[in-house]
């Protein structure tokens, strides 16, 4: 099939949306016009059409493209949108340009039939914009590349020590103080540089809106992430009485400029309960995902230990120590989401003193919380530092940029296993999927955000979306590879500023003491 000024589009009811995105992309790429087809018959006459139909799962679909056209159906309108992100794979990669190179250009379509789901429904990317905050027009970016690779997921890390990112109206002292640091460390957390000038910003409440309405055009959801009750230095810098008033001098304290995990940690207090209740109220009318995310990762108890406060609500409540507490601290939000027909998701830790009931779990530190969350009947999302943190290095050479963590290569993450062989098969339904990590110490715009994220995200996607994949050591990575020279041209029509297969380009290169990994230094986080 041939696309030509004479075919049209045709989006069935429900389908309007993925036609509109589809016309959009095509004609920026083609010039062609994709002229709205009234009928069906009329659109696959040298054309495309779009319909639901049942019996397709969810994100199922169906691509047919022959002589007559292409007709691409799904069991809902996300089951078209892959469709459609098929489409455009088998017209090459310029259609994945943002202008047309000649409109003489011949857009031909193979004859071929193609049936296609997911394996999970959790397919994600999280970026952490709070550690180097990334303006609203490079998530909408980010969204794109997510949809190109049919990942679903958008896990919005928006609050940490080093900035608040997300306009509370109820508290404007977030943004106000907690979202601009005076200064940020360059490299690792044990460089002795740092950038002397102010780093921040955040996103208005509109802003948001636009993001997440942005990402349901893509039928991906934006989980948002709200970190309690450590990584909170920059709430308690905007709000010293957040913090353990009876152990430090709270009001002293300034958005961190440092890396790695603050000793600042939330007091656990019926004021910092209130308080994040009034954040996540308003979090609740931004994001209407299932999941909200609160962090509980690596919190530090030391001032909980020294505080009367603290000391004086582990009595009170029969907690016998300070996991405990941060336990009862989880527990508290997780009923609080409960109640408003939400679910409370956070890092593995929140394991520790007793699984919020209800709650599900991002299984960070490796597959051991994933396995003991899955065994207890708990929803998990696998993302392994160790396999799919995409700020760890790629190679071992020093000409990387700033390398930190693990080395981990394009074949490493291609063949990650999100399902722990140790689960039974009951047990592995509570895996609901898998992410992908990108955390940005070490990334101070997106190009480093680009290097590090690509092209291993591409090896992740297709990881997280194939069924039926071989075993890990089984899996044909030379034969990905080939697929890959391919996509590494739609990368380049994107304008993504990916790791080339032969290693970082003269102006990737970051050489120098900060390039060097730091042997027995553990990752950033």
């Known amino acids: 099939m041939r696309l030509t000024v004479h075919s049209q589009l045709y989006a069935g009811t429900a389908t309007e949306g993925v036609g509109h995105w589809l016309r959009t992309v095509l004609r920026q790429a083609t010039g062609l016009p994709l002229r709205e087809g009234r009928e069906l018959d009329d659109a696959v006459d040298d054309g495309i059409g779009l319909q639901l139909v049942p019996g397709l799962g969810p994100e199922e679909y169906r691509l047919v493209s022959d002589a007559t056209g292409v007709l691409i159906e799904g069991g809902s309108p996300a089951g078209v949108l892959w469709g459609a992100q098929t489409l455009r794979q088998l017209l090459g990669p310029d259609a994945y340009r943002r202008a047309p190179i000649g409109r003489d250009r011949t857009w031909a379509v193979p004859h071929v039939t193609i049936e296609d789901s997911p394996r999970f429904r959790w397919r994600g990317l999280m970026l952490d914009v709070a550690r180097h905050f990334m303006p609203k027009d490079g998530v909408l970016r980010y969204l794109d590349l997510m949809a190109a690779h049919k990942l679903n997921v958008f896990h919005f890390h928006l609050t940490d020590d080093q900035g608040w990112r997300v306009e509370i109206k109820k508290y404007p002292r977030l943004t106000e103080a907690g979202s601009w640091r005076a200064r940020t460390k360059f490299g690792h957390r044990a460089s002795p540089l740092w950038e002397e000038k102010p780093h921040g910003g955040f996103y208005t409440q509109d802003d948001i809106r636009e993001i997440v309405a942005y990402a349901a055009e893509r039928h991906i959801t934006v989980v948002p992430e709200i970190d309690v009750p450590g990584h909170s230095q920059a709430a308690i810098a905007a709000y010293p009485e957040l913090g353990n008033t009876d152990v430090i001098d709270t009001t002293a304290l300034s958005v961190w400029d440092d890396w790695g995990i603050s000793p600042n940690v939330l007091a656990p207090t019926d004021n910092t ?12 009318d931004l994001f209407p995902s299932e999941f ?33 507490l941060q336990s009862w601290f989880i527990t508290h939000f997780d009923g609080w989401l409960t109640a408003r027909g939400r679910r409370l998701i956070g890092w593995d830790e929140i394991l520790e003193g007793g699984l919020a009931p209800g709650a599900a779990v991002s299984s960070w530190r490796g597959y ?67 992410q992908a990590n990108v955390w940005t110490e070490v990334m101070e715009d997106h190009a480093r955000v680009d290097y590090q994220t690509f ?61 060097r990994p730091i042997e027995g230094a553990p990752p950033n986080r």
């Open 273 to 284: 309960l209130r308080f994040y209740e009034g954040v996540f109220e308003e979090l609740l």
């Open 292 to 324: 909200v995310h609160v962090g509980g990762d690596e919190c530090r108890k030391d001032q909980w230990k020294q505080s009367p406060t603290a000391q004086a609500r582990i009595k009170e409540l029969g907690l016998a120590d300070e996991d405990e």
């Open 368 to 434: 051991q919380g994933g396995i003991a969350a899955a065994r207890a009947g708990h929803d998990v999302v696998m993302c392994p530092e160790q396999q799919v943190y995409l700020d760890h290095r790629q190679a071992a050479g020093e000409d990387e940029p700033v390398p930190i963590g693990y080395v981990r290569t394009l074949e490493d993450v291609y063949r990650f296993e999100p399902v722990p062989p140790q689960l039974t098969e009951e047990q592995a339904g509570h895996v609901i999927g898998t």
């Open 455 to 515: 092209p291993r995200l591409a090896a992740f996607a297709e990881v997280a979306w194939s069924t039926g994949l071989p075993a890990p050591a089984e899996r044909d990575f030379a034969d990905f590879e080939r697929r890959m020279g391919v996509h590494y041209r739609r990368l380049d029509a994107l304008g993504v500023g990916y790791r080339p297969p032969t290693g970082p380009l003269p102006w990737q290169r970051r050489p120098g003491v900060l390039g």
